[in-house]
């Protein structure tokens, strides 16, 4: 008896830490994406402070992937190695994915204001929805379609076209291809996934490839030796990956553990509006009715095509 009343009370231990741990995921999931929302204030600062693009995102890439390194050799070193044939795919994650959307994200900042950039970034789920119809032959319904289109309008609106917003062509790309980089991580990732790798693995090889890329970068345009005079700017950029970066991704991953991907990306959503709030506050940015309007109907473009999806 006294042995079935201790697996009983262990029984509810565990399903009461279960059923916390369930409570908690959202906000992970929140605080991850707030994080993620803070990369283009980091940007604009630590530009401002005279470090370059290269030398930035291989700093911020270094420290994303490096407490992903120490965590899975502590936790489970097997982890760590992957075989030579699965090179090429994580290869791909880094280069066409990450290192194509780090570096159109990071100039677009540049060249348009935070929650414009922010926003065009959010076309990726749309892209990602019609790659998925020819990858993963997944259905494209008329809902998924109309989001599509709303989506489009509103990065339109965003990018000043039918407002007059002052956004030269140049940020209107970069911000489309950011989106497009984006939209190509998930792609990349889910064949990644389904060769079973877990996110911290993905994470750490992605990040660490784009990591050697950006250091090559940097020292070929000189950023990389110019960078030893701004040492607030490297540190300010080593605390940009351990936010926007690892513990991003350490939050976002641990909530979405414990719910569905779908909801996942809805709270995701706040990191477009916590990018433009913060370069408000922030920075002084103003929004016109045609730019909040764009972002709105991206970010709801986003919500819609997410609520009640379970595939």
């Known amino acids: ?42 940007v604009t600062k630590i530009s401002a402070w005279g470090l370059g693009q290269n030398a930035l995102v291989s700093i911020r890439f270094l420290f994303t992937a490096l407490p992903m390194f120490l965590f899975l050799l502590c936790k489970d070193p097997g982890k760590l190695k992957i075989p030579k044939k699965d090179m090429p795919l994580f290869l791909a994650n880094g280069i066409v994915s990450i290192v194509f959307f780090t570096s159109c994200y990071t100039a677009a900042i540049r060249y348009t204001k935070i929650a414009t950039a922010a926003a065009l970034l959010y076309t990726a789920p749309a892209i990602v929805l019609i790659l998925s119809a020819i990858l993963f032959k997944e259905k494209l319904t008329g809902k998924k379609i ?16 039918a407002g007059g917003a002052d956004l030269t062509r140049k940020g209107l790309l970069l911000g489309l291809g950011a989106g497009l980089g984006y ?48 040492p607030e700017a490297i540190a300010l950029a080593a605390l940009c990956g351990l936010v926007t970066g690892c513990a991003a991704y350490i939050l976002y991953t641990e909530g979405l553990s414990k719910m569905a991907p779908p909801t996942a990306s809805v709270l995701a ?33 986003v919500i819609a095509m997410n609520v009640g999806h379970r595939s």
């Open 146 to 161: 109309i989001c599509v289109l709303f989506s489009v309008l509103g990065c339109a609106l965003c990018s000043g076209l």
């Open 269 to 301: 959503t706040i990191e477009p509006v916590t990018a433009a709030i913060l370069g408000v506050v922030l920075f002084g940015q103003t929004l016109s009715i045609m730019e909040i309007m764009g972002i709105v109907l991206v970010v709801g473009s």
């Open 1 to 42: 008896m006294t042995n079935n009343a201790n697996e009983m009370r262990v029984a509810k231990n565990m399903q009461t830490q279960e059923r916390s741990k369930r409570n908690l995921a959202p906000l992970f999931v929140i605080l991850g994406a707030l994080c993620w929302g803070t990369y283009g204030s980091f």
């Open 183 to 230: 939209a190509l991580y998930s792609i990349f990732s889910r064949y990644i996934q389904m060769r079973g790798y877990t996110t911290y693995t993905n994470i750490l090889y992605t990040f660490g490839i784009a990591t050697i890329v950006y250091v090559v970068m940097a020292c070929v345009d000189g950023s990389a030796q110019n960078s030893i005079q701004h």
